[in-house]
Nanobody, 123 residues
C-alpha cells in the first residue's frame, strides 16, 4: 500500500523558515517523481515543487523560486521541502504526491497523496 506522510508544518512569522518532510512507503522510491503542492482556502491546489526520479533539475513554481528547495534522502525514502523567507501568501495546506514518470506540474497527474500539513505564516 502506497503511503505518503507529511510533517513539519506549523505557525511561523513572515521571514521565517520551515522544513517539510514527506516519508514514503509501499513503492520503489526511486521509480517515482515526488511533488509538493499547496492549497489555500478558496483556491485550487497548485504545484510548488517536484523532484524527478532521475538526474535532472527539480521544478519550482515561480512564486517560490529562490526561497524553497527540494531534496531527497533515498535511504530514508523521504523528500524534504526547505522553505525560507516565508510570506503570508505561503499559508496553505501542503501536500506531497507521488507518480511514476517525469515531474508534472498539475495535481491531476499525481495518483498518490499524503494527508497534508498546515503551514501558517503570520505577518
Amino acid at each position: 500500500e502506497v503511503q505518503l506522510v507529511e510533517s513539519g508544518g506549523g505557525l511561523v512569522q513572515a521571514g521565517g523558515s520551515l522544513r517539510l518532510s514527506c516519508a514514503a512507503s509501499g513503492f520503489t522510491f526511486g521509480d517515482y517523481a515526488i511533488g509538493w503542492f499547496r492549497q489555500a482556502p478558496g483556491k485550487e491546489r497548485e504545484g510548488v515543487s517536484c523532484i524527478p526520479t532521475s538526474d535532472g533539475s527539480p521544478y519550482y513554481a515561480e512564486a517560490v523560486k529562490g526561497r524553497f528547495a527540494i531534496d531527497s534522502d533515498n535511504a530514508k525514502s523521504t523528500v524534504y521541502l526547505q522553505m525560507n523567507s516565508l510570506k503570508p501568501e505561503d499559508t496553505a495546506v501542503y501536500y506531497c504526491a507521488a507518480e511514476k514518470g517525469p515531474c508534472n506540474r498539475h495535481a491531476a497527474d499525481f495518483g498518490f497523496w499524503g494527508q497534508g500539513t498546515q503551514v501558517t505564516v503570520s505577518s
